[in-house]
T-cell receptor
């Protein structure tokens, strides 16, 4: 299973873009990159996922490098409510169970 | 969007009690549900994968007789912590996913159940 590496913590100012990096150098060709976040005492929330092209939705943008060994989640205008732990996960697809294995994530603090 | 409801949100009970936690997918049919456990200041740990109508698949180190999982319908899975002890106190979270051929549907999570065993 491909493993991901994320910085343990980051902070950014409210209103600015938050760029969260993730390294997944052992990713294989058919594995997707997923991003979830967990606000304190809640269940994780799905943000976005991608294979090799950049993706954008109403929450965030996902930039995946051409060699797919790393990616960056971008929150274009961070708000205080974006303070959370962000998890970058490479999805395991063994016998169709599609398990998600969570690492330790990046704790993002958005400052007023 | 897809909504997963978990009940109860919080349970406090005495040691030796069995506790049942429900996980429901409200607006979609979940062929697969997952159960996680999270201790304070730690990440989520997958406990088991539950497919509707079949036995759950437990992760290594998770006692299947301790954590009973039932997924009898496409919208409901239950986790029963049998004879709970203080060390079982944790945040239990379920997720649900629609499994389709060739399409990776994101997992959607419930808001968790905080279990405290006295």
């Amino acid at each position: 299973d491909a493993k991901t590496t994320q910085p343990p913590s980051m902070d950014c100012a409210e209103g600015r873009a938050a760029n969260l990096p993730c390294n997944h150098s052992t990713i294989s060709g058919n594995e997707y990159v997923y991003w979830y976040r967990q606000i304190h005492s809640q269940g994780p929330q799905y943000i976005i996922h991608g294979l090799k092209n950049n993706e954008t939705n109403e929450m965030a943008s996902l930039i995946i490098t051409e060699d797919r060994k790393s990616s960056t989640l971008i929150l274009p205008h961070a708000t205080l409510r974006d303070t959370a732990v962000y998890y970058c996960i490479v999805r395991v697809a063994g016998d169709s169970s599609y398990k998600l294995i969570f690492g330790s994530g990046t704790r993002l603090l958005v400052r007023p | 969007g897809a909504v997963v409801s978990q009940h109860p949100s919080r349970v406090i009970c005495k040691s030796g009690t069995s506790v049942k936690i429900e996980c429901r997918s409200l607006d979609f049919q979940a062929t697969t549900m997952f159960w996680y456990r999270q201790f304070p200041k730690q990440s989520l740990m997958l406990m088991a994968t539950s497919n509707e109508g079949s036995k759950a698949t437990y992760e290594q180190g998770v006692e299947k007789d301790k954590f009973l999982i039932n997924h009898a319908s496409l919208t409901l899975s239950t986790l029963t912590v049998t004879s709970a002890h203080p060390e079982d106190s944790s945040f239990y979270i379920c997720s649900a996913s629609l499994r389709t051929q060739g399409a990776l549907q994101p997992q959607h999570f419930g808001d968790g159940t905080r279990l405290s065993i006295l």
